[in-house]
């Protein structure tokens, strides 16, 4: 407590902080810790105040979002634009379609972006910012749909919007209580829980994630089984009435270490690994039958599972291989290093 009782001691007139020349290193880490955990835990119980305080209206927003037949319109100025383009690319990357609108571009032309068939997300802590009143007008003019993030209850945006989410009354973290802290934080989680909500709702999947993240990092952990397996020719198989001789000719040249065993109606029925051939091992193995020597009812992976899900099993099980089974049948098969070769890890 002596350590935050300096740190606000030492708070100019700029809002810097300041250290004695008589302060230890030590001492001034101190201060920095106490500085950096007082934010943290200023905007966690704003945050669960904010949690607490959602109700019939957050489910009226996340309807009215989802009513139109265009875009969310994200809209905000200052510190509330940048909280609004985050929001609203969180939007577009999880199925719903959504732009950021800036205000002040809007009167001067943006408006046109801006449809029937939209819906307006606009935020302002304060509710009273007055960049944001052409595309207020323009959405009342034209009945375009309003919903609003706004700190201050009976604000003008408070007012006009058709659903107000009003955040709590908390303190910003900054020590002179003004800099956007708290507020933003609250407003980029609220746009978060309104997107998430509606990716629910709209049963958005990791396949249709995918496609909307095709790059980076997020893409490879994305890609799909069916995206990184061998199939037709390449994959190993051999029909349940074959001798073993016949079988150690398609491991060999597959190249897999392992060979599908099928039944009459082309079903995965079993598996042949090396791991088979060494427990069986004996002058009369290649004379006997597959079904005599194939594990039964194999690990296997559908084809649009995640390939990160697929080298899980293959991990788990301590096993290099799975074969891609649809509708019982085979239909590839997908090996450890294809997917470490894809970056999945």
């Known amino acids: ?3 935050r009782g300096r740190f606000h001691e030492t708070i100019g007139a700029v809002g810097a902080v300041t250290f004695s020349a008589s302060e230890t290193a030590q001492e001034r880490g101190d201060t920095d810790l106490v500085a950096g955990r007082a934010v943290l835990e200023t905007e966690s119980t704003a945050l669960a105040a904010l949690a607490q305080s959602l109700d019939g209206n957050f489910v009226a927003a996340v309807d009215l979002l989802g009513s139109g037949h265009g875009r969310v319109i994200v809209t905000g100025m200052g510190k509330s634009g940048h909280v609004a383009r985050k929001i609203a690319a969180t939007f577009a990357s999880t199925g719903t379609p959504a732009i950021f609108v800036h205000p002040a571009e809007a009167s001067h032309g943006d408006l046109g972006m801006v449809t029937r068939s939209d819906v307006v997300l606009a935020l ?5 910012t007055a960049e944001l009143n052409d595309i207020l007008e ?16 009976g604000s003008t945006l408070a007012e006009r919007a058709d ?20 507020s933003t934080t609250m407003a980029m989680a609220l746009g978060d829980a309104l997107a998430v909500t509606m990716m629910r709702r709209s049963g958005f999947t990791g396949i249709d994630f995918k496609m909307l993240h095709p790059g980076g ?14 199939s037709g020719d390449d994959v190993p198989l051999i029909a349940s009435d074959s001798r073993m001789d016949q079988a150690l000719i398609e491991m060999t040249a597959r190249s897999f270490g392992c060979v599908g065993v099928t039944g009459s109606d082309g079903a995965l029925i079993g598996i042949v690994t090396d791991g088979d051939l060494r427990r069986h091992m004996g002058a009369d193995l290649l004379a006997k039958s597959v079904v005599d020597i194939m594990t039964a009812n194999p690990k296997i992976v559908a084809p649009r599972r995640l390939a990160a899900e697929a080298l899980w099993i293959m991990s ?15 239909v590839g098969i997908l090996h450890l290093h294809d997917c470490l070769r894809a970056g999945i890890a």
Do not use: K, W, Y
């Open 316 to 330: 788990t099980n301590a096993i290099t291989s799975l074969f891609v089974v649809e509708e019982q049948r085979p």
């Open 1 to 3: 407590m002596q350590n």
């Open 124 to 128: 302002s802590n304060s509710g009273e």
């Open 138 to 153: 323009h959405a009342g003019r034209f009945r375009i749909p309003l919903v609003a993030i706004v700190g201050r209850t």
């Open 163 to 182: 659903v107000a989410l009003v955040l709590p009354d908390a303190e910003e973290a900054c020590p002179n209580r003004m800099a956007p802290t708290t």
């Open 217 to 230: 990092s997020l893409g490879s952990r994305l890609r799909t089984v069916g995206d990184l397996m061998h």
